[in-house]
């Protein structure tokens, strides 16, 4: 478990045990029916202070392997059987999409702010992001580091080709 990397479920338990905490776990149920689809690129967007980060973190909670959220998510709305649903086979199908998605995924997890220290420097916000996340994932996938560091290699040299036509924002 790392900090971007499977980074467990210790901030949405905090905020679950919050006395304000409104359950808004039924995200989970649309992420699972698009997960394996061409809508699978979901995109949370709500104003300020409007749970962007809560979101994220219940999503990482729910997904990541770095951790068991069973008992996280066992009295949230998500987790239970609605005996009222007119489709029965639907809500079966809803039922079992939950469960064998619950912690079975790698997740990435990271908020831009913490990068984000001046618009004026976005070539080091973002060798910042690439550093700190590919150092997580070597540690966290130590077989795959040789194929991490040729893709890295590669993806480098494609940007520099590519710099000429533009400042490397398409790459």
């Known amino acids: ?38 809508r699978k690129n979901i995109c949370v967007s709500r104003p ?35 005996k ?7 809500e079966t199908r809803r039922m079992n999409a939950y469960k064998s998605n619950l912690n ?13 220290f001046d618009e004026s420097h976005i070539p080091v916000f973002i060798k910042r992001i690439q550093d700190v996340i590919i150092r997580e994932l070597e540690a966290e996938f130590e077989e795959y580091v040789d194929l991490c560091t040729g893709f890295i290699w590669i993806t480098r040299s494609v940007r520099a080709d590519l710099r000429p036509y533009g400042r490397g ?3």
């Open 1 to 38: 478990m790392g900090l971007y990397v499977n980074p467990g479920n210790r901030q949405f338990k905090e905020v679950v045990n919050s006395p304000v905490y409104v359950d808004k776990s039924r995200l989970i149920d649309y992420t699972n029916s698009v997960l394996n689809t061409q």
């Open 48 to 82: 300020r202070r409007f749970g962007k980060s809560m979101a994220a973190d219940m999503l990482s909670a729910y997904y990541s392997k770095g951790c068991d959220s069973r008992e996280l998510f066992a009295d949230l709305d998500v987790s239970k059987q609605h």
């Open 84 to 90: 009222t649903v007119s489709d029965m086979d639907r």
């Open 104 to 116: 079975q995924h790698n997740v990435i997890r990271f908020d831009v702010q913490r990068f984000l």
């Open 169 to 171: 924002r398409h790459c």
